[in-house]
């Protein structure tokens, strides 16, 4: 659900409300919509997020409404399968993998906040000289697939099973290879 906030320029701005305080985080701003509560984010003036929206608490510090829940730094890694839940204010990640015919690649995918995506990585060689190789990466609806030295002929030889998820404002805000 959207707020809507008219500056004083007469331009309209939104932020998202969210249905608990736990979403919002603290500190957070009470707004009632037909009888229930939701909850603006709140935080400073100066934030790329804020609105013209001002609070002040009763110690008397204005915050700003936030159009959203910031993303902060953060980074997991899974391997072989698991499940990643999104954290509040990321609509991005960057995934970090090792490939078949490169050290790392690094993907970054759009995800939605607060959704759990299904993740599964495989590197395997199809021989002990490692000549023939592949990887292959699913992070919700997004897939990324690579074999390297010709056509797989066998049964693989699993390795380095292992997906790095980052996630903050400049991941959010990257040119995206996908959508999960």
Not at 90 to 113: C, H, I, N, Q
Not at 123 to 146: C, I, M, N, P, T
Not at 159 to 174: A, D, M, Q, Y
Request: proline share 4%; charged share 25%; with cysteine.
């Amino acid at each position: 659900m959207e707020l809507k906030v008219k500056n004083t320029q007469g331009e309209t701005q939104s932020c998202t409300l969210y249905s608990t305080k736990e979403e919002a985080g603290s500190p957070a701003l009470s707004v009632p919509v037909n009888g229930v509560p939701h909850y603006a984010v709140l935080g400073t003036t100066d934030s790329a997020e804020a609105t013209g929206l001002r609070v002040k608490n009763t110690e008397g510090k204005v915050f700003a409404v936030l159009k959203g829940v910031e993303a902060v730094n953060g980074n997991t890694q899974i391997r072989k399968k698991g499940i990643f839940k999104v954290p509040s204010g990321v609509r991005a990640v960057r995934l970090m993998f090792r490939g078949a015919s490169r050290p790392t690649w690094t993907k970054y995918v759009g995800v939605e906040a607060r959704k759990e995506y299904s993740v599964s990585v495989r590197l395997w060689f199809y021989d002990l000289a490692q000549e023939v190789s592949g990887v292959e990466v699913v992070f919700g609806k997004y897939q990324f697939r690579e074999i390297h030295g010709g056509d797989p002929v066998g049964v693989p030889i699993e390795k380095g099973n292992l997906v790095r998820i980052l996630w903050s404002k400049e991941v959010n805000n990257h040119t995206l290879d996908g959508i999960a």
